[in-house]
């Protein structure tokens, strides 16, 4: 399984980003795909996630209402739409997938394969 993270870049605070996952090598009907953040100096944290079948979704409280997770099943791909951006958004973006339940979506241990990584930097 490989994942390819993509749409990483510099904004201004208030502006928007739109990140992509795109997942190959595996079929992926009962996965998770979640995205997760960490900036420099801090721990890997949580950003949203959805179920590739279903479309059932989890997100941070820091980002709701921001940031949107969407998948295109066709195109075994995972969006994240990010708008209203603040410069603590700033962080190297990662997407991973795995087969937890629900209620372990936000820990990085439910997930088994990880992208590399893409940096979104939001100037104030």
């Known amino acids: 399984v490989q994942l390819q993270a993509s749409g990483g870049g510099l904004v201004q605070a208030g502006g928007s980003l739109r990140l992509s996952c795109a997942a190959s090598?595996?079929?992926?009907?009962?996965?998770?795909m979640g995205w997760f953040r960490q900036a420099p100096g801090k721990e890997r944290e949580f950003v949203t996630a959805?179920?590739?079948?279903?479309?059932?979704?989890v997100a941070a409280d820091s980002v709701k209402g921001r940031f949107t997770i969407s998948k295109d099943s066709a195109k075994n791909t995972v969006n994240l739409q990010m708008n209203s951006l603040k410069p603590e958004d700033t962080a190297v973006y990662y997407c991973a997938t795995g087969r937890g339940i629900l209620s372990t979506w936000s820990q990085p241990e439910a997930y088994y394969y990880w992208g590399q990584g893409t940096l979104v930097t939001v100037s104030s």
């Open positions: 959805i179920r590739w079948s279903g479309g059932n979704t």
């Open positions: 090598g595996g079929t992926f009907s009962g996965y998770v």
